[in-house]
């Protein structure tokens, strides 16, 4: 089932003298349960991807479709609201609002739709027994390590039952053991709940838990590789 | 969900506790400056008022209608019975103070000036100008400064005001208490002693019984006292000369200098006579039940329709015009430095609600990301401040309603050549506090404008946020 | 160096650094301003008292004034005038004989202070004379085989010497100043008619005309309707020196106008042999001289010192007499510091946050520079200096503004005429020149120092805590 078609997509900046083609002609689809990481040196279009793919920003042109809604057929408010029901966020740094805790920081979206309390605290529990970060629910962002709070902020992308989770480079601030940690929570959470994971990143460990690679190179797909089951690439 | 937002925008306030409280700070100082200031002033403005209502206007007059730009003898009006009855058939009017005021030279001898001869009922006066309450009680003569201090152990303080005071007369024991500054505890011990050699004995005038009272200034200045006689020559009806002699019976103390110093009361059949107007009345001033502007005019209505053409109604705003100018014009020279203070304080405000824009910039693109509706995010910082001013304003106002309590019970009084200057300009030496009042509300207004117009910033940031450049920040 | 780097570092953040100037101009303008104002007023009103009321020193018998007895006259009278003309700093010397007395006219009468003068001396000592209405006639200039009398324009309304009239004449002369036909028309039914006072005219043309043509025209149909009859005759009245009541009638020798209403009132004018004559005084029994100073600031060591040459007299300088022209300006002084003052404290708040801010986001350069070796007192002075910058440059161009604006109403004043009433009931013009004292400006600039010190001081001491290597560490 395909959650996200990406068609022939372009973004072309023109600043005051040179015209910048961030993204040259990218075509990508993407299924249900994909744990894919897209990788590029710095100013291969990594970030702007991410961007288009998260609606954050629009294509000049091309097509990005999620869950057959043109992107670019919603407006403003619009997007805001389908971006809160169908897309998860993890950003590099910063995820947190430093004032709420852990546990509220993971209810806020669900609190924005609407969930009755019930509910929406029986969620929250599981979500964060599942990052191994029950015992701290009560605690602010300040009081958590760096691995702890991008935990935190996967079990708030989750919150809301996101189609797919996009993260933008999440173990770049992070000591070895806790991205490790990171990446094993993102990994269970896709085979067990078959949740999609989408990453750029420039770090070797994301790569190679990740099933499927995509390198951009200069705006360009130059590969799009999947791993089998037995780890090796087809 | 409410609640939700509510929490978040409280949270929030206190993430940087120096600068909200810095804030919330100088919106207190503002606060409590212009209320305390517009306490004074409109406390001071209403002592004003009320003295030149009490001593002489009143709050509504009926004349003659040439009478008040031509004041003379000759524009009187008869009072008949009827009238008296139309109009203390009206609501508010609880009863009508029939008056004839005209100008003579006095003279006592050796001294001359030219007095304002005023001819009243004693009984219905003490509803409006309460002329007998201000007959004089106590005097603190040279011989009674020194009796006092023989025979009592007065405070140093206490000493220098009664050298100070010294020959001023008093209408009642709590202003001369409140003049030689003794506090209530210490008036037990020095009050009975003082008020026993500061005795002044009075006498009351009575209608149809020739008699006067004098202005405690007149009488030092024509140097009369009680039992003396005063000699009073004008101009009477129709150009008739007015001449009398009259006893004084008793000696008042007027609050505003302008009148002490030259008022002559008579009573009012006597005064009639004297000047050979028959019955005739200069004006017949009215007291009323409720006194606010709106029962006022409505009251001043009512009277216009019920009058015969060739009578007037004013009111005590067209009484006292020179009045109403200068209170006027210190009113709004208040406003203005407290209008200079709040712009001070808003660029203040401004300037933190700027810095907290800048900083919270990647903040604002996470949550937008994520999905909150920017209405939601405007409506948390809008919470943020509003919750900000109003810390400044409480604040404000818990530190200065103590402040104005206490004021209404010790109003600042003056003394010496300050207070000579006030009464030169015709002022009761004395500034007096107003009460919780409109006035407070004024200035959560002020600072609701003050957050809503610096609110413009952040909510433009807002909405006009790019979460991909917000992100990058 | 350390100047250098602490008026760079304001500039880094300019919308924030703006701000808080924009501010602190706003509050020194404000303040600045109004001192300005009240200033003005109160010069004039000081100036206009010495020149036109009571000069600046006063002579008579020390019991004088309490009751204004017509016996007590000054002894040696020639004597003390040849002694005050070999005084340096006197200019000039009036004498003056001063009765109390009634002013009446066929409608009214106003109790007065009559004063006799010699018009040739009083001239040196008061320059009322220049304050003559043009077209009612002068200070004793034009010789006359009546008795006269030189009053104040608020007495002559007050006896209705000065009345309002319309008439065809003032009806034409309001035509050429471009009045409208429809307006005229509205006063044509007062042609011919007497006003009984000033009072009563405001009071018909309030009821006559609609509120705008009041406020357009008003001021023009008051000054062409204003007329003054030089046939005007006045009795005054009084008693002489031997109690015997007695008076004379005068026809009017001029009318001034000093915007004062108190003295306006209460005075009246006449020759001093005249009054002489009919009081029944010798020519060498004056109650009061009035003397006038090279210099108004000596007034007070020329009274000391004519107060010990005279030790029988009492002589005041012009403060004595009227105590509340010199307390006022103290006392403005004093209550527009406390001002100033108030608005600074209010902005050193702003003043506080944003050097706080300031220091807080520059944690890392601060830790830098405490590592490299700057020490604290050179951390401390420098954001020290950079407080006081931001403080100093907002208050410069708020003085600056002000100043300007100073400047540019000093020639034509500021009109408050909703308040005309009430300030000359006080004896304040309602026509205001602001000024002020160059030494004010200093005094506001070091206080906007202090304040930009004193603001700083919270910040600084929070930069020097800073641990350099927490600092550094800082990602």
């Known amino acids: ?124 529990f599981e979500l964060l027994k599942a990052v191994g970060l029950k015992e701290r629910a009560h605690s602010r962002p300040a009081k958590l390590s760096g691995g702890q709070q991008q935990r935190v902020a996967v079990a708030r992308a989750l919150a809301s039952k996101p189609k797919f989770v996009l993260a933008d480079e999440p173990t770049a601030s992070l000591d070895t053991k806790s991205s490790e940690n990171l990446l094993d929570i993102m990994e269970e959470l896709n085979r067990e709940e078959g949740i999609t994971f989408i990453f750029s990143t420039h770090d070797q460990r994301v790569v190679k838990k990740a099933r499927r690679v995509i390198t951009l190179e200069d705006g360009k797909v130059i590969s799009d590789e999947r791993k089998k089951k037995n780890g090796s690439s087809s | 969900m409410i609640e939700k937002n509510i929490t978040l925008a409280w949270r929030n306030l206190w993430r940087n506790r120096r600068r909200t409280l810095i804030t919330a700070a100088s919106v207190f100082f503002a606060v409590l400056f212009a209320v305390v200031m517009r306490s004074l002033q409109l406390g001071s403005y209403d002592t004003m008022f009320r003295n030149a209502i009490e001593s002489y206007s009143g709050y509504i007059q009926i004349q003659q209608e040439d009478y008040w730009e031509n004041k003379t003898v000759n524009n009187t009006f008869p009072y008949v019975s009827s009238l008296r009855k139309k109009i203390i058939s009206d609501e508010n009017v609880v009863e009508t103070v029939p008056r004839f ?74 202003r001369l208490q409140l003049d030689l500054d003794i506090s209530d505890d210490e008036a037990e011990e020095l009050m009975p002693v003082i008020r026993k050699y500061a005795r002044f004995d009075n006498g009351n005038i009575r209608m149809g019984e020739p008699g006067a009272w004098v202005g405690d200034g007149l009488s030092r200045y024509l140097e009369l006292d009680i039992g003396d006689s005063i000699v009073l020559i004008g101009q009477g009806y129709h150009a008739s000369t007015a001449a ?145 001013g109003l810390l400044g304003i409480l604040a404000g106002c818990v530190v200065a309603i103590p402040i104005i309590l206490y004021g209404m019970e010790h109003p600042i009084v003056f003394k010496g050549e300050f207070a000579r200057i006030f009464e030169d300009y015709g002022f009761e030496p004395i500034m007096t506090f107003q009460g919780i009042d409109t006035y407070f509300l004024w200035q959560v207004v002020i600072v609701a404008i003050m957050v809503i117009i610096a609110l413009g910033h952040p909510l433009n940031r807002i909405f006009s946020l790019k979460v991909v450049n917000a992100l990058r920040a | 160096m350390i100047w250098k780097t602490a008026w760079k570092n304001v500039w880094r953040n300019k919308v924030r650094s703006l701000v808080v100037m924009i501010s602190v101009t706003i509050g020194i303008f404000g303040g600045v301003f109004a001192v300005a104002i009240m200033n003005g007023a109160i010069e004039q009103r000081v100036d206009s008292a010495l020149n036109n009321e009571i000069s600046h020193i006063h002579i008579n018998d020390p019991g004088f004034r309490d009751n204004y007895d017509i016996q007590l006259t000054i002894p040696g009278l020639e004597q003390i005038r040849g002694q005050l003309e070999e005084t340096a700093q006197v200019e000039a010397v009036s004498p003056r004989i001063i009765i109390s007395g009634m002013a009446n006219t066929a409608s009214r009468s106003a109790g007065v202070q009559i004063l006799g003068i010699e018009p040739d001396l009083e001239k040196k000592v008061l320059n009322l004379h220049e304050k003559t209405i043009p077209g009612t006639g002068d200070f004793f200039e034009t010789e006359s085989r009546h008795n006269l009398a030189y009053i104040g324009e608020d007495l002559a309304k007050e006896l209705n010497i000065i009345r309002y009239i319309i008439d065809e004449e003032t009806l034409g002369k309001l035509r050429e100043s471009d009045i409208p036909e429809q307006t005229l028309n509205k006063l044509s039914p007062y042609v011919g008619k007497r006003f009984h006072s000033e009072d009563e005219f405001e009071k018909e043309m309030k009821e006559s005309l609609s509120r705008r043509e009041q406020n357009e025209y008003g001021r023009l149909i008051r000054e062409q309707a204003w007329s ?34 108190m003295f306006e009132m209460s005075r009246v004018f006449v020759r001093k042999e005249l009054l002489s004559r009919l009081t029944g005084l010798a020519e060498n029994q004056v109650h009061q001289l009035v003397v006038r100073l090279n210099n108004m600031d000596q007034a007070k060591e020329v009274s000391s010192m004519l107060s010990e040459n005279f030790p029988d007299l009492e002589v005041l300088s012009w403060k ?132 930009g010190i004193l603001s700083s001081i919270y910040p600084a001491v929070k930069a020097l805590k800073l641990d350099p290597a927490d600092a550094l560490r800082t990602e």
């Open chain 1, 1 to 124: 089932m395909k959650i996200l078609e990406i068609k022939d997509v372009h973004k072309i900046y023109n600043s005051s003298e040179v015209q910048v083609h961030a993204i040259n002609g990218v075509t990508l689809d993407f299924e249900k349960g994909e744990f894919a990481a897209i990788v590029g040196p710095s100013g291969s279009g990594k970030t702007t991807l991410m961007n288009m793919i998260g609606g954050l920003d629009s294509p000049t042109r091309g097509t990005i479709t999620v869950d057959h809604t043109n992107l670019a057929d919603l407006k403003s408010s619009r997007l805001i609201d389908f971006r809160m029901w169908n897309i998860g966020f993890v950003f590099q740094s910063y995820n947190l609002i430093p004032v709420l805790t852990a546990k509220e920081n993971v209810e806020f979206i669900m609190n924005l739709q609407k969930w009755d309390k019930k509910d929406r605290d029986h969620r929250t």
């Open chain 2, 244 to 388: 009398g002699k009259y006893e004084i019976k008793g000696i008042v103390k007027m609050p505003l200098p302008d009148i002490d110093n030259k008022i002559v009361y008579l009573p009012l059949d006597i005064c009639q006579n004297l000047y050979n107007a028959g019955s005739n009345l200069t004006s017949v001033a009215l007291h009323v039940d409720d006194n606010d502007e709106k029962a006022i005019a409505n009251t001043v209505n009512r009277m216009k329709q019920m009058i015969p053409d060739r009578l007037r109604v004013l009111d005590w705003k067209e009484m006292n015009e020179v009045l109403v100018s200068q209170i006027e014009a210190d009113n709004k020279s208040g406003m203005i430095m407290i209008g200079i203070l709040y712009l001070v304080i808003a660029f203040g405000v401004f300037g933190t609600v700027l810095m907290m824009t800048a900083e919270r910039r990647r903040e604002f693109g996470v949550l937008v990301a994520i999905g909150m509706q920017k209405r939601k995010l405007a409506s948390i910082i809008t919470s943020e401040m509003l919750f900000m």
């Open chain 2, 101 to 174: 005021e005209s100008f003579a030279l006095a003279s006592s001898g050796p001294q001359t000036k030219g007095v304002m001869v005023m001819g009243i009922n004693p009984e219905k006066e003490r509803y409006l100008s309460k002329v007998p309450d201000k007959l004089v009680k106590y005097r603190l003569t040279p011989e009674a400064v020194k009796q006092i201090k023989a025979e009592l152990d007065i405070p140093e303080k206490v000493r220098e005001l009664l050298d100070l005071v010294e020959n001023t007369s008093y209408p009642s024991a709590d």
């Open chain 3, 228 to 261: 003054f009859s030089e046939r005007s005759r006045m009795t005054l009245v009084f008693l002489d020196k031997d109690q015997m009541q007695t008076g004379a009638v005068f026809r009017i020798a001029g009318i001034y106008d000093i915007k004062n209403n």
């Open chain 3, 320 to 451: 004595k007499i009227q105590p509340d022209l010199a307390y006022t300006t103290d006392l403005v002084q004093k209550f527009y510091s406390v001002f100033m003052i108030i608005i600074l404290a209010a902005l050193a708040f702003g003043i506080v946050n944003t050097m706080l801010m300031v220091v807080l986001e520059r944690t890392k350069e601060l830790g830098m520079l405490t590592a490299i070796g700057m020490n604290k007192k050179r951390v401390f002075s420098m954001i020290m200096l950079e407080s006081v910058f931001l403080s100093l440059v907002g208050g410069v161009v708020g003085m600056i503004v002000s100043q300007v604006l100073i400047l540019f109403t000093s020639t034509h004043g500021i009109r408050f005429s909703q308040f005309e009433e009430g300030f000359e009931a006080m004896g304040y013009s309602s026509h205001i020149y602001p000024d002020i004292d160059a030494t004010f400006f200093i005094t506001v600039t070091v206080l906007i120092i202090i304040t």
